[in-house]
């Protein structure tokens, strides 16, 4: 589907109330997003589509049914190879209602003494701009589940994924090189090129 005209990435509210990813996905587009907060709304909605690309659509018609502006939105999770069905789409889920380092430590303690420690992270954006009307970008990146936590930047589980080629996970990695590869960044930096195009 294609982009409406008049599109502008300054006018984009993201479908979210995390100020971590409001921060990343601005830094990727290059200029700020917005968070339902700043109009003064209390934004939740149920993630029970069944896949990221339902997830994210989820997200993006709630807030613009909200708001009547465009808006994009995103749905990401981590598959690890050796605990099918456990994360995915679920990632957000995991474990239940613990903190993010509980999850994390939980997540290495169910790979100790795996081999197989192959994962990937995956994101889907979306550009919503009504009626049915958007643009959809999916994008991955492959790494593997390290051994212990390393890193203070980032979030999620950035602080376990671990990328060989670099010899660092993504939150130990330079936030310039971040924003350019991670899975958030290929999909985003996509998005803006179909919305600049």
């Given at each position: 589907?294609?982009?409406?005209?008049?599109?502008?990435?300054?006018?984009?509210?993201?479908?979210?109330?995390?100020?971590?990813?409001?921060?990343?996905?601005?830094?990727?587009?290059?200029?700020?997003?917005?968070?339902?907060?700043?109009?003064?709304?209390?934004?939740?909605?149920?993630?029970?589509?069944?896949?990221?690309?339902?997830?994210?659509?989820?997200?993006?018609?709630?807030?613009?049914?909200?708001?009547?502006?465009?808006?994009?939105?995103?749905?990401?999770?981590?598959?690890?190879?050796?605990?099918?069905?456990?994360?995915?789409?679920?990632?957000?889920?995991?474990?239940?209602?613990?903190?993010?380092?509980?999850?994390?430590?939980?997540?290495?303690?169910?790979?100790?003494?795996?081999?197989?420690?192959?994962?990937?992270?995956?994101?889907?954006?979306?550009?919503?701009?009504?009626?049915?009307?958007?643009?959809?970008?999916?994008?991955?990146?492959?790494?593997?589940?390290?051994?212990?936590?390393?890193?203070?930047?980032?979030?999620?589980y950035d602080s376990v994924f671990?990328?060989?080629?670099?010899?660092?996970?993504?939150?130990?990695?330079?936030?310039?090189?971040?924003?350019?590869?991670?899975?958030?960044?290929?999909?985003?930096?996509?998005?803006?090129?179909?919305?600049?195009?």
């Amino acid at each position: 589907m294609r982009v409406k005209q008049g599109t502008q990435l300054s006018d984009l509210y993201l479908a979210s109330n995390n100020l971590h990813k409001a921060n990343e996905v601005s830094a990727i587009l290059g200029c700020p997003v917005k968070l339902p907060a700043q109009l003064g709304l209390n934004f939740a909605v149920t993630e029970d589509g069944g896949s990221f690309i339902a997830n994210a659509l989820i997200k993006a018609k709630a807030l613009y049914s909200l708001i009547n502006r465009p808006v994009i939105a995103d749905d990401s999770g981590l598959i690890v190879e050796a605990l099918p069905g456990e994360l995915g789409v679920e990632t957000a889920n995991f474990a239940g209602d613990i903190s993010q380092q509980q999850k994390n430590s939980l997540l290495l303690d169910k790979m100790q003494g795996v081999s197989n420690r192959a994962a990937t992270f995956v994101c889907v954006a979306i550009l919503y701009e009504g009626d049915n009307n958007f643009t959809l970008v999916k994008r991955e990146l492959a790494g593997e589940i390290a051994r212990q936590m390393q890193g203070e930047a980032g979030f999620g589980y950035d602080s376990v994924f671990y990328l060989a080629e670099y010899g660092e996970t993504l939150a130990q990695l330079d936030e310039q090189l971040k924003n350019k590869l991670s899975h958030r960044a290929l999909a985003f930096s996509q998005l803006k090129k179909i919305i600049m195009a």
